[in-house]
């Protein structure tokens, strides 16, 4: 079974940056798209930004030119770095992988991690 640990989350103030990693462990045959989402009280869970195993991205509109999304195909991880964080970007962030054999694909969360951004 496939889990998903994911780091890097905590409180910054406007402006600041965090750097949040997502690792996968288990039994790994192959991993597909890697993506991270978001999910602020009251809202629906949002699609922040999308990896696909050829590293091309697809990142929404509400953070680009901020967040940048990059994986390690070795390390069955994928990351986000955040820059220019907003009182806005305030969520809990799971990272989503697919993953398994090309006829047999899975979809997995991560528990996710609480990013704040307050002065």
């Known amino acids: 079974q496939v889990q998903l640990v994911e780091s890097g989350g905590g409180l910054v103030q406007p402006g600041g940056s965090l750097r949040l990693s997502c690792a996968a462990s288990?039994?790994?045959?192959?991993?597909?798209?890697m993506s991270w989402h978001r999910q602020a009280p009251g809202k629906q869970r949002e699609l922040v930004a999308l990896i696909t195993p050829g590293g091309s991205t697809n990142v929404a509109d509400s953070v680009k030119g901020r967040f940048t999304i990059s994986r390690d195909n070795a390390k069955n991880a994928v990351y986000l770095q955040m820059d220019s964080l907003k009182p806005e970007d305030t969520a809990v962030y799971y990272c989503?992988?697919?993953?398994?054999?090309?006829?047999?694909?899975?979809?997995?969360w991560g528990q996710g991690t609480q990013v704040t951004v307050s002065s």
């Open positions: 288990g039994i790994i045959y192959n991993i597909y798209d």
């Open positions: 989503n992988i697919d993953h398994g054999r090309p006829w047999a694909k899975r979809n997995v």
